[in-house]
């Protein structure tokens, strides 16, 4: 008996596990394209295609939400053949790494389409001479300064240090970092100083032959951001804590912020004075980064069948202008187009576009993200060296033109 | 009653129904692993389905019963992960050498292409000609004429005939009928693919359903010899052995942006200890984070038996005293670990501001090293209190009372006595929690970041990274992820501390009280 139940049972177990093998789909239905975007740019692509449902016909479109840029590039490292995406709106220093992993797919432009970016944005999501997918959005900073401290913008760096040094007494610091951190956001900072990992030419190809000048850096710092004894004069923090809270709190007269939060200042009461960080020579700015965030056509569309699809809607909803300005309205970010400003929704983003379009610099990963010591850890660690541990400037200056040299060279030959 | 229900037919019913369920779950796993290719996975999960019902519905072993499910998740979540670490740390697995060398090769004739020196590219429409063959439907811009091409042939079309579209792009033509939006996404899969005859060198590939570029292959690949020619220039690109195909006359040039994984075998272990820039951060990781699990269980054990000591006599608020001992083990690592972040900050931070001091703590190195310390200290001391009081309760009051009677001062009690019998006690837990923090990624992840780091001088650890830490920059490093060399530093990791934890056991002799 205790037998052929046990015979009945296996017949059962395996009846089960094999209406299991028949309930899994095979595939997500034919004509899905799937896109992949963090929490917020999500949510804003679901309400621009429940507004216009024929982006391209007879496909529908189907959008994954991530918490975060950190957990969507997390899922998108540990995407595989089946669960990645076929678009996936994502940072464009992400281009090289993400191509190197055979996971994107390369893109050409119809004139049309083309003509609506700048070359440097286009510059920013291709590798190897290959473009990888269309801009989307203008991720930039501005420095903002408390009409209630100063009454004007500053015309030079050293207006601000000075403002700061007579007035020391009531303030934490003169000049901080409240959006993009220490290496992203206070390029604007460095450049003003000297310090450029490297500089676009004209014609808005890279240039190589005019490197950082360490003794002009080490010069600079000395003079704008030390004390005569080599200490930090308290100016510049070498931290972006509570930069934010002490700007609002009027203990800080100048603050570089990101386009992404301007809300916050706006709901403080702050008004759009709104600047790029003056040079050290009065009337120049000093660059800062004005980088894209692209949709990127990915290698997985081909395996889904759906790579033809996924191309007609990068052009037909990044790459024009009607798509361009549905998803801007909602997004509230500067369009990434050559005429962004003029469709930007807020006068905050105007204010930014405005920034961006003074003086900015594109983000160009393959020599940002280096060979030995990338951008990224190289200028926070330059801030902790002159202004906390007191280091000579002209030392650290000197290897920090060397590591900005290095990765130069390195990012030429990769690009 | 209760064991009637684990007993007879009902219960064997409910074994049933409970395997049949197993089963299928684990069934619709391996499918899922078989149609993602993985199949060791998916053979692992039909070894289980066989096993499980093999087990429970014979009587081969009754042991084995009991065993089986805490087997199949040592294999699947211990053995599998480390020797697949084991595995991986043998491969040049980087950026850059991610995929299998089919795929790799794959990408490289895929994207292998060239655009014309002008960039043409034509708006189009696809469609099928008179002979059913797929087509597109384009306007030469170049000799402003009217064409369909198939793969294989070109035909000029009178423009009499061309119908445009609302966009000004041609849709219609005797000899050319539209495919529908229907037609099109089911060819989707096919037709990216497609070559569309133009002129002998550039064929037009699809972008899209509405546009073609022009392109011709700039590299092709010679399976027999397993080799890239560059069409353009000559240049052989031959398999490095390293995952790349590299140019026999350069090898420091390689094809494309794609590699694949390739087995280096030892080279991982052997750069270790060879390559200086990777030797010194090694060590000098390695000894801090012996000295940093060293002073942990140290710091940890110390306060933790001062208390127990302390409150082990009876006073007045004893318990109180004790609950609130034991809150920073009650509260989440995670929040400890930030809140004491936020108070070694050096412009806001607490500590600054009650010392009156301006350290930067997370700056210099040896600051951050006592900051680390103290934090563990924090979340440690409770676990050896509540340990060493249970401890002190089991040695027998009797041995203190009679060094007392013959003479011995508390001091010497405590040393002689109660200290020795404690570490007899305690030893296997110290062990255990040495090789705890050994890997206590948590704390330096999110206290310090491991830093910091003197990036300028070309340092690529911090000054509290462990080697966990360490291992995880390596193998998620934002630029250059180096899993294979992760994965090697991850296998010392493990023979570390399954030494240590051998070392404990056989301490506590555990393995000889259970043989």
């Known amino acids: 008996m205790k037998k052929r139940l046990s015979v009945v049972s296996f017949a059962a177990a395996a009846a089960v596990a094999l209406a299991g093998f028949a309930a899994v789909p095979a595939h997500a239905a034919g004509g899905e394209i799937v896109i992949w975007a963090d929490g917020q740019r999500g949510p804003n692509l679901q309400k621009l295609m429940s507004q216009k449902n024929d982006w391209v016909a007879g496909y529908s479109f189907k959008i994954v939400s991530y918490s975060s840029f950190d957990a969507l590039k997390a899922a998108f490292d540990n995407a595989t053949e089946k669960s990645g995406p076929d678009i996936i709106l994502a940072a464009n220093d992400w281009v090289p790494t993400a191509a190197k992993a055979g996971k994107l797919a390369p893109v050409t432009l119809t004139p049309k389409v083309k003509e609506q970016f700048t070359a440097g944005q286009l510059f920013d999501l291709s590798y190897k001479g290959k473009l990888y997918g269309l801009p989307v959005d203008v991720n930039n900073v501005g420095m903002i300064y408390n009409a209630k401290l100063v009454k004007s913008a500053p015309k030079s760096f050293g207006d601000m240090v000075d403002y700061y040094l007579a007035n020391k007494a009531s303030l934490k610091a003169g000049l901080c970092v409240a959006g993009g951190g220490m290496s992203w956001g206070a390029l604007g900072v460095s450049t003003a100083l000297g310090a450029y990992p490297y500089k676009i030419k004209d014609d808005g190809s890279v240039d190589s032959a005019d490197p950082m000048n360490a003794t002009t850096v080490a010069a600079n710092v000395s003079k704008y951001l030390l004390t005569s004894d080599g200490k930090s004069n308290g100016f510049f923090p070498a931290t972006d804590t509570g930069c934010k809270d002490n700007f609002i709190a009027g203990k800080v007269p100048f603050a570089i912020i990101g386009n992404w939060e301007w809300k916050d200042y706006l709901a403080k009461g702050f008004a759009m004075n709104l600047s790029p960080v003056p040079g050290t020579a009065s009337g120049t700015y000093a660059p800062s980064f004005g980088s894209v965030s692209g949709a990127l056509l990915t290698t997985y569309a081909a395996k889904h069948g759906v790579e033809a699809g996924a191309k007609t809607a990068l052009f037909n909803i990044f790459g024009s202008r009607t798509g361009a300005r549905m998803y801007q309205k909602i997004e509230g970010r500067p369009a990434a187009s050559k005429d962004g400003a003029s469709f930007s929704p807020t006068a905050g983003q105007k204010g930014f576009a405005k920034v961006a379009g003074i003086t900015s610099l594109p983000q160009i990963g393959a020599i940002l993200n280096g060979d030995k010591t990338s951008y990224w850890d190289a200028l926070p660690s330059f801030w902790t060296a002159v202004l906390v541990d007191g280091k000579a400037p002209a030392t650290e200056a000197a290897k920090l033109a060397a590591i900005y040299k290095a990765n130069l060279a390195k990012g030429i030959s990769d690009l | ?274 390559e200086k820039r990777l030797r010194a951060p090694f060590i000098s990781v390695f000894l801090w984070t012996i000295s940093f699990a060293g002073l942990s269980v140290l710091t940890t054990f110390a306060l933790g038996l001062l208390l127990a000591l302390a409150l082990n006599k009876a006073i007045r608020g004893r318990r109180i005293y004790r609950s609130i001992l034991i809150l920073p083990y009650a509260m989440p690592s995670v929040m400890s670990i930030l809140i004491w972040g936020g108070m070694f900050d050096t412009e806001f931070g607490a500590i600054n501001n009650l010392l009156g001091t301006h350290i930067a703590w997370f700056q210099n190195a040896a600051f951050a090293r006592a900051a680390v310390i103290l934090v563990n200290l924090w979340l440690g001391f409770p676990y050896f209190y509540l340990v060493a009081s249970g401890a002190l309760q089991a040695i027998p009051s009797e041995l ?116």
Do not use: C
């Open chain 2, 400 to 515: 203190s009372e009679a060094a007392a009677i013959d003479g011995a001062s508390p001091r010497q009690i405590f040393n002689k006595i109660t200290l020795p019998l404690l570490l007899k006690i305690l030893s296997p837990l110290l062990i255990a929690s040495f090789a705890y923090n050994f890997n206590n990624f948590n704390l330096i992840y999110l206290l310090t970041g491991g830093g910091p780091i003197a990036q300028l001088d070309g340092d690529i650890a911090g000054g509290t990274d462990i080697l966990i830490s360490y291992t995880y920059k390596i193998a998620f490093n934002e630029g250059n992820s180096d899993l294979g060399l992760a994965s090697a530093i991850s296998v010392i990791i493990f023979l570390l501390v399954a030494s240590i934890s051998l070392y404990g056991l056989k301490k506590s002799k555990v393995l000889e009280d259970f043989a």
């Open chain 2, 1 to 274: 009653m209760l064991v009637s229900v684990f007993r007879g037919k009902f219960a064997l019913v409910l074994k049933l129904i409970f395997l049949a369920a197993t089963s299928a779950i684990l069934g619709l796993l391996a499918q899922h692993a078989l149609a993602q290719g993985e199949f060791a996975i998916a053979i692992f999960l039909i070894f289980a389905i066989l096993s499980i019902n093999f087990v429970y519905l014979t009587s081969k072993s009754i042991p084995l019963k009991f065993f089986l499910p805490g087997l199949l998740f040592l294999l699947a979540f211990v053995v599998g992960p480390i020797l697949y670490t084991l595995a991986m740390s043998g491969f040049q697995y980087q950026t850059g050498n991610i995929l299998s060398k089919p795929e790799a090769i794959e990408q490289l004739i895929k994207t292998g292409v060239a655009q014309d020196p002008d960039q043409t590219i034509f708006d189009v429409t696809i469609g099928k000609n008179k002979a059913g063959e797929i087509s597109i439907l384009y306007l030469n811009t170049t000799t402003n004429v009217y064409a369909i091409s198939t793969e294989k042939t070109r035909t000029i079309e009178p423009a009499s005939g061309v119908k445009m579209n609302d966009f000004d792009v041609p849709s219609s033509s005797p000899n050319f009928t539209a495919l529908t939006t229907d037609e099109l996404g089911s060819l989707d899969a096919s037709i990216p693919k497609l070559k569309f005859f133009y002129d002998g060198e550039y064929y037009l590939g699809l972008e899209g359903f509405q546009a073609a570029s022009l392109y011709k292959q700039a590299i092709r690949y010679d399976e027999a010899k397993d080799q890239f020619v560059d069409l353009a220039t000559g240049d052989i690109y031959k398999d490095n052995g390293r995952g790349n195909f590299a140019n026999v006359n350069n090898k420091e040039q390689f094809l494309g942006s794609v590699g694949w994984r390739a087995p280096i075998w030892f080279e991982h272990y052997t750069k270790l200890f060879t």
